[in-house]
């Protein structure tokens, strides 16, 4: 069967090629991408590498030929990736593609305040009404956020945030990466919504600790409300405003319980344990 993964030159879609390179055939691997020359590596593994746009449909529809199961990562394209989104599922539809697994986010609904639940909410009903069949993984956060995070908090003594004493499992790329090839590889997978979590849950008092222990540094929690969150990250962290108030609806959702879940999904689809926030922590700081 030849599986395809769009968006396929970023971090979780590279992720994605090495680890179906483990479960099929080199030749059954059909990577999607606008940047074709960045995946040279992968071709040269076999792999069949083509240009593909979601602004650009018809080259969709190109790249899917032939293919039976295609994997659309969600781009970057803040406010419009919804559109993006359809018009790689309605693509997808004029191909022989029967099934598209779509990387979603954890928990979906309406009340959930972080400014990225909404375009992955509409993706998914655009994809449950198109008439393929569809698998839904609900990634949790990534943990390599909160990983740069520590990184400061470790310099500055204090941890930052607005999470209140809500808790989330941060969840590696790699995991995700390797959860979205055992369904692009496997069957059984149509029609169902995966909630990917990391195997632990943190607060921030918990991230706090974590940090103090991994760096041998005095880290301490400090809780603060979304507008003080939003004032830090621009003033200290160096981000623009939007991106702050986007981080901060995402600290509002995790503190509102939307992210307080845990799961076994990365162990039960991977076959492998899920990595732990400590080792990637370590790993960032190494
Ligand atoms: N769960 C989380 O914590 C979290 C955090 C950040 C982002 N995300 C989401 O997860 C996705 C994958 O994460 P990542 O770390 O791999 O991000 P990344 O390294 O920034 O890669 C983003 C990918 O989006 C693709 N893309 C952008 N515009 C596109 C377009 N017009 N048509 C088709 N593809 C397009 C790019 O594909 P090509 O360049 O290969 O064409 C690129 O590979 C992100 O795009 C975002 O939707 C999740």
């Given at each position: 069967?030849?599986?395809?993964?769009?968006?396929a030159?970023?971090?979780?879609?590279?992720?994605?090629?090495?680890?179906?390179?483990?479960?099929?055939?080199?030749?059954?691997?059909?990577?999607?991408?606008?940047?074709?020359?960045?995946?040279?590596?992968?071709?040269?593994?076999?792999?069949?590498?083509?240009?593909?746009?979601?602004?650009?449909?018809?080259?969709?529809?190109?790249?899917?030929?032939?293919?039976?199961?295609?994997?659309?990562?969600?781009?970057?394209?803040l406010?419009?990736?919804?559109?993006?989104?359809?018009?790689?599922?309605?693509?997808?539809?004029?191909?022989?593609?029967?099934?598209?697994?779509?990387t979603?986010?954890?928990?979906?609904?309406?009340a959930?305040?972080?400014?990225?639940?909404?375009?992955?909410?509409?993706?998914?009903?655009?994809?449950?009404?198109?008439?393929?069949?569809?698998?839904?993984?609900?990634?949790?956060?990534?943990?390599e956020?909160?990983?740069?995070?520590?990184?400061?908090?470790?310099a500055?003594?204090?941890?930052?945030?607005?999470?209140?004493?809500?808790?989330?499992a941060?969840?590696?790329?790699?995991d995700?990466?390797?959860?979205?090839?055992?369904?692009?590889?496997?069957?059984?997978?149509?029609?169902?919504?995966?909630?990917?979590?990391?195997?632990?849950?943190?607060?921030?008092?918990?991230?706090?600790?974590?940090?103090?222990?991994?760096?041998?540094?005095?880290?301490?929690?400090?809780?603060?409300?979304?507008?003080?969150?939003?004032?830090?990250?621009?003033?200290?962290?160096?981000?623009?405003?939007?991106?702050?108030r986007?981080?901060?609806?995402?600290?509002?959702?995790?503190?509102?319980?939307?992210?307080?879940?845990?799961?076994?999904?990365?162990?039960?689809?991977?076959?492998?344990?899920?990595?732990?926030?400590?080792?990637?922590?370590?790993?960032?700081?190494?």
């Amino acid at each position: 069967m030849t599986v395809a993964v769009t968006g396929a030159s970023g971090h979780l879609g590279r992720a994605v090629a090495d680890e179906l390179f483990a479960l099929v055939e080199p030749d059954e691997v059909v990577l999607v991408t606008r940047n074709p020359d960045h995946l040279v590596a992968f071709a040269r593994r076999g792999a069949t590498v083509r240009y593909g746009d979601f602004d650009r449909p018809d080259s969709m529809q190109d790249a899917l030929t032939g293919v039976e199961r295609a994997l659309l990562i969600s781009t970057t394209a803040l406010g419009r990736r919804a559109g993006q989104h359809g018009a790689a599922i309605d693509a997808a539809h004029g191909t022989g593609v029967r099934h598209v697994v779509y990387t979603s986010i954890l928990n979906p609904i309406e009340a959930n305040p972080s400014s990225v639940v909404s375009e992955h909410r509409a993706t998914e009903h655009k994809l449950k009404a198109s008439g393929l069949a569809w698998t839904l993984l609900r990634n949790d956060f990534y943990a390599e956020l909160p990983a740069g995070a520590l990184g400061r908090a470790i310099a500055t003594g204090q941890l930052v945030h607005n999470y209140g004493d809500g808790r989330i499992a941060w969840v590696t790329r790699q995991d995700c990466a390797a959860v979205a090839a055992a369904v692009l590889a496997g069957d059984g997978h149509e029609d169902k919504a995966y909630d990917v979590t990391g195997p632990e849950l943190f607060s921030g008092d918990d991230l706090a600790t974590l940090a103090a222990t991994v760096s041998g540094v005095e880290v301490s929690a400090v809780a603060v409300d979304d507008e003080a969150y939003i004032a830090n990250l621009i003033d200290n962290g160096g981000l623009p405003e939007a991106a702050a108030r986007g981080l901060a609806s995402s600290g509002r959702a995790i503190r509102d319980g939307y992210f307080d879940q845990l799961t076994t999904v990365v162990a039960d689809l991977s076959g492998r344990p899920a990595r732990r926030l400590q080792d990637v922590l370590v790993a960032s700081l190494a």
